[in-house]
């Protein structure tokens, strides 16, 4: 069966997965973590054994290397890799769907750079590696962008001097497309009249971010042209008055950028809750009786379900909420606070069915009062990357 190479690279790690663009698990997965320190390793996790390896080249194109090498090594494997598809957080608005990546690609893919400074060098560094010791392989972009290519310019535009958009692009972008494409292909398996339907979906992982979807398309999003904008995360604080950007850096006497990375990287459920940015270690602390994890939880919770209202006002109706990523799934907690403050819109989560909404599986957790139905789903950004990739080989190759 022809598999794909799915390759997530960030600027200290490279997750892989070898996926077949079923729902069959990974053949092979793991990470190489800590490139650029003489601490980096690749750890590979096949058939429920993990080995970790030391990685003497410890850059990307060392763990691309390794991950070649076991493939090599472990010839009498089924692996038949056919293509390798790459994760890219921003596509700016060059690209609305997923690409065989050629030479103008990937500079289209560096230009977007300025807005994802963290990621797509790093994504671009990941291709051209690839590219290099997997050269007789296609390469496809999958962005997380590309899903918000629909929004109206009304919904993506920001009230400030339009000359800034036609200038410099600053628009809001979105970000997590990849997961909620999944989403909504999944949500239309399990509801026919899907199609026709309107859908909010709460991402909440370490990045959080609301979408609401009509008619399997992306109408509004909370994240803007940064991933920091919408959701309180777990150290991003989310949408804010910008004037406190200007407060901070005089205050602490530090630069526009020192007081972005406060934002970015000390705020959120880390920065309420003191203890961590990790929702799990929050929960347990509150259940210990820790206010500053019972305000923390709240205020996410609070934050989470305003911005679900509030891209809710693109939709005619709500016919479901879906819950996902490591908090939406996991995360009884979260999901009944978010719920509760959803009321006004007529849902009404059933307590019991949330409780125990088995782990790695979809679940309804909706009282058949509701006037929404509610599911948990969980992500599989993975496997739309291999999907992407796998067609888009279909389609350019030779007849
Ligand atoms: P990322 O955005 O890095 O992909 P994930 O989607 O993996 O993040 O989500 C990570 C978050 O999920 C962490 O805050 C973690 O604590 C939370 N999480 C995972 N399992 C649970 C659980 N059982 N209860 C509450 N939170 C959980």
Redesign the pocket.
């Known amino acids: 069966m022809p598999q794909i190479l799915v390759v997530n690279c960030g600027s200290s790690s490279l997750k892989f997965a070898i996926m077949d663009g079923t729902d069959n698990p990974p053949i092979l997965e793991g990470i190489a973590e800590r490139l650029g320190s003489e601490h980096s390793a690749i750890t590979f996790k096949y058939a429920g054994n993990k080995t970790v390896q030391p990685l003497h080249d410890n850059d990307h194109r060392g763990a691309v290397t390794a991950i070649k090498h076991w493939i090599n090594s472990n010839s009498t494997l089924p692996i038949n890799l056919v293509g390798i598809g790459h994760r890219v957080v921003h596509g700016g608005e060059t690209f609305s769907q997923s690409v065989v990546i050629n030479p103008t690609v990937l500079e289209s893919i560096k230009d977007c750079a300025r807005f994802a400074p963290l990621h797509n060098p790093a994504h671009a560094k990941g291709i051209e590696v690839a590219q290099a010791l997997f050269g007789d392989l296609p390469h496809v972009a999958v962005f997380d962008t590309a899903f918000h290519q629909t929004l109206d310019a009304d919904q993506y535009l920001y009230p400030i001097p339009m000359r800034l958009y036609r200038e410099h692009n600053f628009r809001k972008y979105g970000f997590h497309g990849t997961s909620y494409r999944y989403i909504a292909q999944k949500l239309a398996t399990l509801d026919l009249d899907f199609a026709s339907q309107n859908t909010l979906v709460a991402?909440?992982?370490?990045?959080?971010s609301v979408c609401a979807i009509k008619a399997g398309k992306s109408v509004d999003t909370s994240m803007g042209i940064t991933p920091l904008e919408g959701l309180m995360m777990?150290t991003r604080s989310g949408s804010l008055d910008p004037s406190l950007l200007a407060f901070i850096s005089d205050a602490e006497n530090i630069s526009m950028k020192d007081a972005l990375d406060i934002l970015n990287k000390e705020s959120g459920?880390k920065g309420i809750s003191e203890i961590s940015?990790?929702?799990?270690?929050?929960?347990t602390a509150q259940a210990a009786g820790d206010d500053r994890a019972e305000l923390a939880l709240n205020m996410f919770a609070s934050r989470a379900a305003k911005h679900l209202a509030s891209v809710a006002t693109n939709l005619e109706s709500v016919d479901h909420i879906v819950f996902t990523?490591?908090?939406?799934?996991?995360?009884p907690?979260?999901r009944e606070k978010i719920c509760r403050r959803l009321a006004m819109m007529g849902v009404w989560l059933d307590l019991h069915a949330n409780q125990i909404s088995p782990?790695g599986e979809v679940s309804m957790i909706s009282d058949n009062r509701s006037n929404t139905s509610i599911w948990v789903i969980p992500?599989n950004e993975e496997l739309l990357i291999a999907q992407d990739t796998l067609s888009l080989i279909a389609d350019t190759a030779p007849e």
Do not use: Y
């Not at 991402?203 to 959080?208: D, Q």
């Not at 940015?277 to 929960?283: A, F, L, Q, T, V």
């Not at 990523?325 to 995360?331: L, T």
């Open positions: 991402h909440l992982g370490n990045g959080a777990g459920l940015n990790d929702c799990r270690s929050i929960e990523g490591g908090i939406g799934e996991n995360s907690v979260i782990r992500t």
